[in-house]
Nanobody
Framework: VQLQASGGGLVQAGGSLTLSCTAS????????VTWHRQAPEKQRELVAT???????HYGDSVKGRFTISRNHAENTVYLRMNSLKPDDTAVYYC??????????????WGRGTLVTVSS
């Protein structure tokens, strides 16, 4: 499975961006997809997850502002980010848990996309 993250850029505080994570390869075996982020000199942080059946979970810092969604037909997971703050500045990565054998999952990672929020 290959993952391609895109949609990052420079935005003013209060603005919005939508990130995309598009999968290719054995996409039928993908279970949960997760967006993570890592700001300079900070630990990686879970942003949001969406399961194969659409169950979502959000990190506390983005609840109510970010929305994760999944389009199976497009093999793409979106992260809609509203009310952006300078603290949201980070490299955003997507990962996918892929079923490789019965009951065994492997996590695949895409390259990050940089989001910069100016004050």
């Amino acid at each position: 499975v290959q993952l391609q993250a895109s949609g990052g850029g420079l935005v003013q505080a209060g603005g919005s961006l939508t990130l995309s994570c598009t999968a290719s390869g054995s996409v039928g075996d993908i279970d949960t997809v997760t967006w993570h982020r890592q700001a300079p000199e900070k630990q990686r942080e879970l942003v949001a997850t969406v399961s194969d059946v659409g169950i979502t979970h959000y990190g506390d810092s983005v609840k109510g502002r970010f929305t994760i969604s999944r389009n199976h037909a497009e093999n793409t997971v979106y992260l809609r980010m509203n009310s952006l703050k300078p603290d949201d500045t980070a490299v955003y990565y997507c990962s996918a848990d892929v079923l490789i054998q019965a009951g065994i999952f492997r996590t695949f990672w895409g390259r990050g996309t940089l989001v910069t929020v100016s004050s």
